[in-house]
């Protein structure tokens, strides 16, 4: 189960931490909405409303989470909770308007989306969900409920167009085998997560402090070869000889010659450690926010996700990178496979904000131009 960010408090300049996970309402689709399931034990109505969710009782949750609100309107998580307590009452309507304000005032906070969207499947609004979870990754790309969840909906999608197909030309043995195999796999999908819910209930859990991501460990740079050059020394002049007609004059000897000056050793180009100072700038620039200095570490032709334009691209990370508040952004476990000029560099990003903490496997592949290696394509896992 992975830590999530808290959601901000408005009334307060405390942030409280909770454990967010993919379970408490399974709906017709059998997508995972995004529930709470640990909290600080406050004395209030809030820690009342989360228990009453916890026990069932919905209508008297409501009151307790409403009764919390009167006096914190702003309030994230006692918004987020309400939503939570909505869904289970199947009231929809009521639950879409609370996480869709959710999204306006927190952007940047993936599980509103992702609830939103289990609740466009349940209505078989397909198109709907499919943007809310898209928009879920864009904020949070490592966001494994939101993919689940996508896979999901492209298998309905799948579905309702094989059935289309089937509709027009009913002797199309093709669509018919790939209606089956879609049936199937969302048929199996749903029993297991029945199986498992029916097999063992969730329990509350402690609250989790966000770990600290490990420091980055220096990569040692591979041991320089070194071309030796042993001195050199001419072979002496010949000594002239005597004609045997003239008289004998002193022998002459050619002067002896100074030794070579000793070569400079060369050292091998060690391309890892330029690739690693490659990374850990665009790291550092990152962290400190230099939104120049972090774009002039991509490409001209790096590629954009999701059909994005360059232009659009960087507009969408100047925002990001240059928005108000202190970040870290690490590295750890670095690995690098060269290829000419080209190389694919592995590690584990640590990035750490006053509201979030994720530790997640990043890829980038860095080609290198005018002496200087460059990121051409960047995403999330291996």
Do not use: C
């Amino acid at each position: 189960m992975s830590i999530l960010p808290a959601l901000p408090t408005a009334a307060s300049s405390t942030t409280f931490r909770f454990r967010l996970s993919a379970q408490a309402f399974v709906l017709a689709l059998g997508l995972s909405v995004v529930s709470l399931t640990a909290l600080p034990v406050r004395a209030d109505s809030y820690s009342e409303a989360s228990q009453l969710l916890k026990s069932g009782q919905h209508a008297e949750a409501l009151k307790q989470v409403n009764r919390h609100l009167s006096a914190k309107p702003k309030d994230a998580q006692g918004r987020f909770l309400k939503g939570i307590i909505l869904t289970g009452m199947n009231k929809q309507k009521e639950a879409i308007e609370v996480f869709q304000k959710l999204t306006e005032d927190y952007p940047d906070l993936p599980e509103p989306y992702n609830n939103l969207a289990v609740i466009y499947a349940q209505q078989k609004q397909y198109d709907k969900a499919k943007q809310a979870l898209e928009l879920a990754i864009r904020t949070h790309p490592a966001y494994a409920t939101a993919h689940e969840n996508l896979g999901d909906i492209y298998s309905r999608l799948a579905s309702q167009a094989y059935g289309k197909a089937l509709q027009i030309d009913s002797s199309n043995a093709s669509a018919q085998t790939k209606l089956a195999m879609i049936s199937d796999l969302v048929d199996g999908a749903k029993a297991g997560k029945g199986k498992a819910a029916e097999s063992k209930p969730a329990a509350p859990s402690t609250p989790v402090t966000p770990v600290k991501p490990p420091a980055a460990t220096p990569v040692t740079p591979p041991t320089p070869v070194v071309i030796a050059s042993a001195d050199t020394k001419p072979a002496p002049a010949p000594v002239a000889r005597p004609a045997e007609v003239k008289p004998v004059p002193a022998p002459v000897v050619a002067p002896a010659l100074a030794p070579a000056p000793k070569a400079e050793p060369v050292k091998a180009v060690d391309v890892n450690s330029e690739i690693t100072a490659a990374v850990d700038g665009w790291l550092a620039a990152w962290s400190k926010k230099d939104v120049s200095s972090y774009l002039a570490h991509y490409a001209k032709d790096f590629q954009t996700s999701d059909g994005q334009s360059r232009k659009e691209w960087e507009e969408e990370r100047t925002q990001r990178v240059g928005k108000p508040g202190k970040i870290d952004v690490s590295r750890d476990k670095l690995s690098i496979k060269i290829e000419g000029d080209k190389a694919t560099v592995r590690f584990r990003q640590g990035y750490k904000s006053a509201t979030f903490n994720s530790n997640s496997t990043k890829t980038l592949v860095l080609v290198k131009r005018d002496g200087k290696w460059l990121i051409q394509q960047e995403r999330v896992g291996g």
